[in-house]
């Protein structure tokens, strides 16, 4: 099992939230805020089995929206973190 966390634009997060929904990944929601303008950012958590991780990376990659495709503008960016989980429970 594995956790993924996403920090990502609010733009893309109504797309991808959508989409990890309709995958049928259930993800929790999480407002944030960061970087140089304090930009408004989602956290997104989901847990999924291990072999689902690189499938749910190249979902999120295929649907983003790039909002400048010709820059490496940091606010445009979806940082993914993969982490082990040695439990979940789900009452």
Do not use: C, Q, W
């Amino acid at each position: 099992m594995k956790l993924i966390i996403v920090v990502l634009d609010n733009e893309n997060s109504k797309k991808i939230t959508k989409l990890l929904l309709n995958k049928k990944l259930r993800a929790t929601k999480l407002a944030s805020s960061g970087g140089f303008l304090s930009l408004g950012n989602t956290t997104l958590l989901i847990g999924a089995e291990a072999e689902r991780v690189d499938e749910i990376i190249s979902l999120i990659n295929k649907e983003r929206i790039n909002k400048d495709k010709n820059s490496e503008n940091e606010d445009s960016k979806i940082h993914i973190f993969v982490m082990p989980i040695e439990d979940y429970v789900r009452i």
